[in-house]
């Protein structure tokens, strides 16, 4: 990957976004030697300003952030990185050096928490549970919950309404990953209506 290192004394800003949600997680700098290391090992290694040396992101904390893309800018003087984070990004305890997770960030870890309910396949867990059921249940289940939120769409409680939502928003993930389908992919069908 050929970077202008040259522009700013050898470094190069990374926004840290992570790959599931698009949050942005970090900025951090690289020199050529931090983004080998980095391609090599496939977690991030930073150039850090403060330490003046190597340092991945991790390496005290045991939080890494293992990549799974990197893009430069069209300038070639700045790099993207999508990354699957292990733990919280920030030193604070967060998971976004920028404040809290978006809800686009939320539905995108309660789906990865949903397949991991699935395969752990336990009966401790009610998303296990209804899944063993069958996909005519689960089919039921989201059915059952959208009546239950058109009823509470003609009232005026609007807590209960937005629990009925949730309830809806949960079950219709876990249908889509029952069947296989991600909310990746039903954001590409919407974004194709989109430009129609």
């Not at 309910?117 to 959208?146: D, F, H, M, P, W």
């Not at 939502?165 to 909310?183: E, F």
Request: with cysteine; net charge negative; proline share 2%.
């Amino acid at each position: 990957m050929n970077l202008d290192f040259g522009k700013s004394d050898g470094l190069v800003p990374v926004v840290i976004q992570h790959c599931d949600s698009l949050q942005v997680l970090m900025l951090g700098y690289m020199n050529a030697e931090a983004l080998e290391k980095t391609q090599r090992e496939g977690v991030v290694t930073f150039f850090s300003r403060s330490k003046n040396r190597l340092w991945t992101k991790g390496e005290t904390s045991g939080h890494f952030l293992h990549v799974q893309s990197i893009q430069k800018d069209c300038d070639a003087d700045a790099l993207l990185i999508q990354v699957r984070p292990r733990g919280p990004v920030c030193h604070t305890g967060t998971a976004s050096c920028f404040g809290e997770q978006s809800a686009k960030g939320f539905l995108y870890k309660l789906e990865q928490t949903i397949a991991e309910r699935l395969a752990e396949n336990s009966n401790t867990s009610y998303t296990a549970r209804l899944a063993q059921l069958g996909i005519n249940r689960v089919a039921q289940k989201v059915g059952e919950e959208a009546v239950e939120l058109i009823l509470e769409a003609k009232d005026d409680h609007p807590e209960l309404f937005k629990n009925e939502a949730a309830d809806l928003l949960y079950h219709l993930l876990v249908l889509l990953r029952v069947k296989g389908v991600t909310l990746e992919e039903v954001e590409v069908v919407l974004r194709s209506r989109a430009k129609e």
